[in-house]
């Protein structure tokens, strides 16, 4: 029967020789579901959804007639396209921000998307 020290070893060799990427993911995936959000990857289009994880990008699309700002959000499992139309800027809506989105899930060119969502700043890391 494996120690505790044995199995803190093992999680901390893993955590040393694991991909990055993949480790936060899973962190974010873990951290989503403590909270009770939904997971990305179980949101289908029509969907109304909760959601916690953090923003990848943030681009503002300034045109004067059809300002937006858009972000690509993943929380752990997938990507959903957050868009603010009518907004040139959102304070704290900066990249490797965590935050907590609710809206109703679309699709824009076969990929998910929100718009206009609510949403929750959370602490950065």
């Given at each position: 029967m494996p120690?505790?020290?044995?199995?803190?070893?093992r999680r901390l060799g893993r955590?040393?020789?694991e991909d990055?990427?993949?480790?936060?993911?899973?962190?974010l995936a873990e951290t989503a579901d403590a909270s009770g959000a939904c997971r990305a990857s179980e949101c289908q289009r029509g969907d109304e959804a909760t959601m916690l994880g953090r923003l990848r990008s943030v681009e503002a699309c300034p045109k004067?007639?059809?300002a937006s700002v858009q972000a690509e959000f993943f929380d752990g499992?997938?990507?959903i396209i957050l868009v603010w139309i009518g907004r040139r800027?959102?304070?704290g809506?900066?990249?490797?921000r965590r935050i907590l989105v609710r809206g109703r899930v679309g699709d824009r060119d076969g990929r998910k998307v929100i718009y206009n969502p609510y949403y929750e700043l959370r602490g950065n890391s």
């Amino acid at each position: 029967m494996p120690s505790a020290a044995s199995g803190y070893f093992r999680r901390l060799g893993r955590r040393l020789t694991e991909d990055i990427d993949r480790l936060d993911a899973e962190e974010l995936a873990e951290t989503a579901d403590a909270s009770g959000a939904c997971r990305a990857s179980e949101c289908q289009r029509g969907d109304e959804a909760t959601m916690l994880g953090r923003l990848r990008s943030v681009e503002a699309c300034p045109k004067s007639a059809g300002a937006s700002v858009q972000a690509e959000f993943f929380d752990g499992t997938d990507a959903i396209i957050l868009v603010w139309i009518g907004r040139r800027r959102i304070p704290g809506i900066d990249p490797g921000r965590r935050i907590l989105v609710r809206g109703r899930v679309g699709d824009r060119d076969g990929r998910k998307v929100i718009y206009n969502p609510y949403y929750e700043l959370r602490g950065n890391s």
